[in-house]
Structures are given as C-alpha cells and as structure tokens.
C-alpha cells in the first residue's frame, strides 16, 4: 500500500496533467470543440477521472481562470500582490501607470487565449457566465487601487470620475483588446506596453 504522500503527489500530478491539456486544447481549439473525452486522452487520463478530479467542462474552465489569472490574493496567482503594492509604492504617477501596463501585459500575455475561450462561452452558450463576471470584477478590483492611487495624489485628469477611470482601465487593458492587438495584428509585448502606457497617461493623467 503505497502511502499517503505519495498518493497525494500523484494525484497532485494527475490533476496538474489535465489542467494542462484542457489548457493546450481549450485555447487551440475553443470551448465547444474541446470535450472531456479529449481532454483526457490527450492527459493520458480515465475520462472518469477527470470528472472526479473537476466535476464537468464548465468547472474545469473556471479553475483554469482561478489558477491562470491574477487579482486574487491566493499564492497561485501567476501575479502576486507584493508586485501590486510595490507599483503602487512608486512616487511619479506616470511611472505607475508604466508598471500597470508590464503588469497587464503579463496578466493578459498568459490567460487572454483562456479568458477569451471563456468570454466566447459565457456569451454563447451560457457556460461559465459567473466566472467570467467574477474575473471581470477582479481585474476592475484591480485597476482600483491605481486610479485610487491617482486621486489620492490629485493628478487624476480634471473632471474625470472614478467609474469612469474604471471604464477606461477596463477598455484598454482587457483581454479582449490584448487578443485583437497582440494575437491577431501580431503586436510585441513591448508594443502593446507603450501603447497601453501612452493611453493611460493620456486618459487618466492628461497634461498633469
């Protein structure tokens, strides 16, 4: 009988292995077209197990979103709030801006392929419609604190609202654009940096 570490361990390993195909299969080949079935083939897996290990295809996509993405304060994130507090800490508010278009790009470089498999299935067809409003609502959480951080120093653009700045945050640091500019028109990550640094200094700063 094999013991309860090294149970554990494997386990661990099976789940990570399925993780990894629904994430290589939902990105190359969408929501709909990728199913359990083929999920577990491609993690040398029991179709059983992955219903074991994550109950359904919806479930599965909601905990590859929670692993994937940032604004949890969770040590899975792929970035910390120690990075968060740290930008934040920075004195010029342009600079700021600077570490919250890296921080972004990094966000948006490693789950926008996911996030807009999700996006295309809570719209479509229905599945995953909380965990996309739930991460929606993160990453505004998210960009609260640096505008936030702007209208506690007053440099925040005369006349502009905090929901508003919000709007603004959310338009252009959003998967959605990142996959039509990164993805699709083949833009560098450094690219879409400076562009997404010069827009929020442009939107949010101004002249300041």
């Not at 029991?46 to 940032?70: C, E, I, M, W």
Request: with cysteine; aromatic share 6%; charged share 25%.
């Amino acid at each position: 009988m094999l013991p309860k570490d090294v149970k554990r361990t494997r386990a661990q390993l099976t789940r990570q292995r399925i993780l990894d195909a629904a994430m290589q299969l939902f990105s190359d080949h969408g929501y709909v077209a990728t199913t359990i079935e083929s999920i577990a083939r491609h993690a040398g897996v029991a179709v059983q197990t992955v219903y074991f290990s994550f109950g359904n295809k919806q479930r599965l996509l909601g905990h590859l979103v929670d692993l994937h993405l940032p604004c949890t304060e969770g040590p899975e994130g792929l970035t910390s709030f120690t990075r968060v507090a740290e930008a934040l800490a920075v004195r010029d508010p342009r600079q700021q801006m600077r570490h919250l278009a890296q921080l972004m790009s990094t966000v948006n470089a490693q789950a926008a392929p996911l996030l807009e498999v999700l996006r295309n299935a809570a719209v479509t067809y229905g599945d995953g419609m909380e965990e996309w409003q739930v991460n929606r609502s993160r990453r505004r959480t998210l960009h609260g604190h640096f505008v936030d951080s702007l209208a506690e120093r007053r440099v925040l653009r005369e006349g502009l609202g905090h929901e508003r700045a919000l709007d603004i945050c959310g338009a252009l640091l959003g998967p959605e654009l990142y996959h039509l500019l990164a993805t699709e028109r083949n833009w560098t990550r450094e690219q879409w940096e400076d562009w997404a640094y010069d827009s929020l200094c442009c939107h949010l700063i101004g002249d300041a």
